[in-house]
T-cell receptor, first 115, second 117 residues
């Protein structure tokens, strides 16, 4: 598509429920990244995909968080047993290549609120 | 590891004032440097970039020069407008083979800029 698409744009969930956040990157972008932006905080790296594999999962905050990518395209970030501290904007980005001279293109994010 | 340090905000200026937002970095390998901007209620957008020492990135009147000797990439604009009010993030990506941080963007904490008429 023309840009990085994320859905839903907003999600309110009850504490303890599972949520799935979806990212549809720009067609042909091999690298895909998930970040988290909490109120008043910077951008926290969560996970990086190259194709369907995830060479760097170092930013996932706990084992309640997982992500997958299929067909080298769509990615899903799953948060199990959500907690209030999971409330944040979850940002997905894709990049044309891994090597670093290009910046990322970000989606508009999913605002997650855990009540 | 890689890290980016931005000047602490928020920064409040009057329209047509000169803007500088400082950014310094530490990096393993040879980084590319970026400034991203996030306007109120919107997603992150790439503002400008520089990929090697002494390169100057520029866009929308903003400029930043890649200074390897001082490991800095300060953002400047000669005359800010109300429409420049946003959060500005400095970031870097490194080029090196191997390791799990290959290509990952590392961000600074962001600087909130408010411009008054």
């Amino acid at each position: 598509g023309a840009g990085v698409s994320q859905s839903p744009s907003n999600k309110v969930t009850e504490k303890g429920k599972d949520v799935e956040l979806r990212c549809d990157p720009i067609s042909g972008h091999t690298a895909l990244y998930w970040y988290r932006q909490s109120l008043g905080q910077g951008l926290e790296f969560l996970i990086y995909f190259q194709g369907n594999s995830a060479p760097d999962k170092s930013g996932l905050p706990s084992d309640r968080f997982s992500a997958e990518r299929t067909g080298g395209s769509v990615s899903t970030l799953t948060i199990q047993r959500t907690q209030q501290e999971d409330s944040a904007v979850y940002l997905c980005a894709s990049s044309l290549e891994v090597q670093g001279t290009y910046g990322y293109t970000f989606g508009s994010g999913t605002r997650l609120t855990v009540v | 590891g890689n890290s980016v340090t931005q000047m602490e905000g928020p920064v409040t200026l009057s329209e047509e004032a000169f803007l500088t937002i400082n950014c310094t970095y530490t990096a393993t390998g040879y980084p590319s440097l970026f400034w991203y901007v996030q306007y109120p209620g919107e997603g992150l957008q790439l503002l400008l970039k520089a990929t090697k020492a002494d390169d100057k990135g520029s866009n929308k009147g903003f400029e930043a020069t890649y200074r390897k000797e001082t490991t800095s990439f300060h953002l400047e604009k000669g005359s800010v407008q109300v429409s420049d009010s946003a959060v500005y993030f400095c970031a870097l990506r490194t080029l090196y083979a191997g390791g799990t941080s290959y290509g990952k963007l590392t961000f600074g904490q962001g600087t909130i800029l408010t411009v008054h008429p």
